[in-house]
Every structure is written in C-alpha cells, then in structure tokens.
C-alpha cells in the first residue's frame, strides 16, 4: 500500500486523543502545537495534561471511551497501554470515516505521525510506512545536522521575497523563474 503524504492543517479542527499517558502527551502537544481543539478521553492523565485541562488548553473527559465520543471529530489517536480499547477506538473511528491513529499499531491507522524535522517554517517529514520508525527516526537525526536551526530564517526570507514578487507587476513565467532561482541560491548541508 502506497501512503498519500501531506501536511494537514488541524487549527480549530476538533480532534480527540483516547489514552492520557506519556504517549498519549506527546501526540496531544503536537496536535496543540497544530492549533488543534483537543478533548482527551481518560479516567487518568499525567500531571502535565493535568495542568493543561485545568487552564483550559484541553478539554479532559475522565472516563472511559465511548463511540460517541468520536462525534463531529476530525481525527483521532488511540493511545492507551490497551490493545482492545485502541481497537475499539479504530473500528469505531472506521464506522464514522473519522481518520485515526492507533499508536505502534500499523494494521490500526489510517495515517501514521512521520519522523519530522522542523526548522521555522520548513518542515521535513519522512515514513516508512510504519515498517521501521527507527530507521525513520535515523533519517530525521542526519536531516537535523544537514539543516541546521539557521534554515528557519533562510525559508524566511525566501517568503518575503515570494511575497513581494506576488505584490510586484511582474509576469507569472518570469515570477516562478527568479523563485526557483533564489531557491538554488540557498546552499544546502548546513553550510551558511
């Protein structure tokens, strides 16, 4: 099975996450970090998510999962120690074309969390269509020495410049030449 890769934009997008442990945290901080509205469903959560739910970042239901809890979702992560509650959390998201992520569970996911390096604004994800996330985990640990932090500012600054080429009279043809020429311009594996 090929994989369609994308980057999804999740702000203000109701998503649910089953499971308020350690595993259960990382997959709500980045859901957070998206501007994600996330409802966690748990009968426990760690203090972190704790703390969260109290200032309101989070909506924390403390019980255990429902379907209905899957209701007007745009996706969901299943991320218990419980292999039939994350099952039940995939069968149920299937019945409702909610798309869902069962933790370390491939035949259970409709998308899998791609090892990802994240400089400002560029984004570099890789997969392995959930056949070694290690190697994945490798891939990621080569791009982040090959593009350091100052690649954030460079991507930056090719923004501006597209911008002010949108904001110019300048023909479209000629517009996407000097774009792809500033883009070449940027040295590649982390020289400055």
Same mark, same amino acid.
């Given at each position: 099975?090929? &994989?369609? =890769?994308?980057? @999804?934009? &999740? !702000?203000?997008? =109701?998503? @649910?996450?089953?499971? /308020?442990g350690a595993i259960g945290e990382g997959k709500i901080q980045t859901l957070l970090e998206a501007g994600a509205l996330v409802c966690v469903v748990a009968p426990r959560a760690t203090r972190r998510l704790q703390e969260l /739910?109290?200032?309101? /970042?989070?909506?924390? @239901?403390?019980?255990?999962?429902?379907? /209905? +809890? &899957? +209701?007007g979702k745009s996706l969901v992560i299943a991320a218990t120690s419980s292999p039939s509650v994350n099952d039940l959390v995939f069968r149920e998201s299937q019945k409702r074309h909610v798309l869902c992520n069962a933790v370390d569970d491939p035949p259970n996911c409709d998308f899998f969390y791609g090892a990802?390096?994240?400089?400002?604004? @560029? !984004?570099?994800a890789i997969s392995t269509n959930g056949k070694s996330p290690a190697f994945a985990q490798r891939l990621r640990e080569l791009l982040e020495q090959q593009f350091g932090p100052e690649f954030a500012e460079k991507v930056d600054d090719l923004g501006v410049a597209r911008e002010k080429l949108f904001r110019s009279k300048t023909k479209p043809s000629l517009r996407k030449q000097l774009l792809h020429r500033m883009a070449r311009q940027l040295p590649l594996g982390g020289a400055k």
């Open positions: 099975m090929s &994989l369609f =890769p994308m980057f @999804l934009k &999740l !702000q203000d997008r =109701p998503c @649910l996450v089953v499971g /308020a /739910a109290a200032i309101g /970042a989070i909506n924390w @239901l403390r019980r255990k999962f429902t379907p /209905a +809890d &899957l +209701d990802v390096v994240r400089r400002g604004d @560029l !984004q570099i």
